[in-house]
T-cell receptor, first 113, second 113 residues
Framework: EAGVTQFPSHSVIEKGQTVTLRCDPI?????LYWYRRVMGKEIKFLLH????????ESGMPNNRFLAERTGGTYSTLKVQPAELEDSGVYFC???????????FGPGTRLTVL | AQSVTQLGSHVSVSEGALVLLRCNYS??????LFWYVQYPNQGLQLLLK??????LVKGINGFEAEFKKSETSFHLTKPSAHMSDAAEYFC???????????FGSGTKLNVKP
């Protein structure tokens, strides 16, 4: 069974540009989560989808971040326009049910110059 | 509010020595507690979890952790370190609904030959 995959693995962009990160959860997992780790700090929750609905987006930093999960399969996280402080590693996780283990992807390392 | 503190961003042990990674939490309600490990270029992998059953939890790869409510701790131990244990370890707390994790800042474990 394939795990959670994320694309790209690395992205380097200039301040003001737009970047879209993609997450493909494990097949059949209704719950999808986005987290972010900024330079050596703790991993922080961004938001949680149940199928295509946003269940909790309390961790989204500001309105420059837009997450979507059309059709309840893969998800995208768009940052527009990117700022320097958006640099970090963005993790995606999925779980079959709410109380199940969350399986994490390898992350996307975003660098904003 | 929930928070997790991992003492020591870097821990170094000799191969065969005891591994002890410390985690303290604060939570307004009884928490669920987790340890995840991240090997280079991989996603976070669940080592073990405490969900209000036995206070001593055994995980994969010979790791275990003990929930101590009076000390608000959930330290991770392994009797004998292997070179393959070198990785970054994250402690996390979740509330009853599991919908989001609060992570510590991580501890990098180095194992010396």
């Amino acid at each position: 069974e394939a795990g959670v995959t994320q694309f790209p693995s690395h992205s380097v962009i200039e301040k003001g540009q737009t970047v879209t990160l993609r997450c493909d959860p494990i097949s059949g997992h209704d719950n999808l989560y986005w987290y972010r780790r900024v330079m050596g700090k703790e991993i922080k929750f961004l938001l949680h989808f149940v199928k295509e609905s946003k269940q909790d987006e309390s961790g989204m930093p500001n309105n420059r971040f837009l997450a979507e999960r059309t059709g309840g399969t893969y998800s995208t996280l768009k940052v527009q326009p990117a700022e320097l402080e958006d640099s970090g590693v963005y993790f995606c996780a999925s779980s079959q049910d709410l109380l199940d283990t969350q399986y994490f992807g390898p992350g996307t390392r975003l660098t904003v110059l | 509010a929930q928070s997790v503190t991992q003492l020591g961003s870097h821990v170094s042990v000799s191969e065969g020595a005891l591994v002890l990674l410390r985690c303290n939490y604060s939570s307004s309600v009884p928490p669920y507690l987790f340890w995840y490990v991240q090997y280079p270029n991989q996603g976070l992998q669940l080592l073990l979890k405490y969900t209000s059953a036995a206070t001593l939890v055994k995980g994969i790869n010979g790791f275990e952790a003990e929930f101590k409510k009076s000390e608000t701790s959930f330290h991770l131990t392994k009797p004998s370190a292997h070179m393959s244990d070198a990785a970054e370890y994250f402690c996390a707390v979740s509330l009853y609904n599991f919908n989001k994790f609060y992570f510590g800042s991580g501890t990098k474990l180095n194992v010396k030959p």
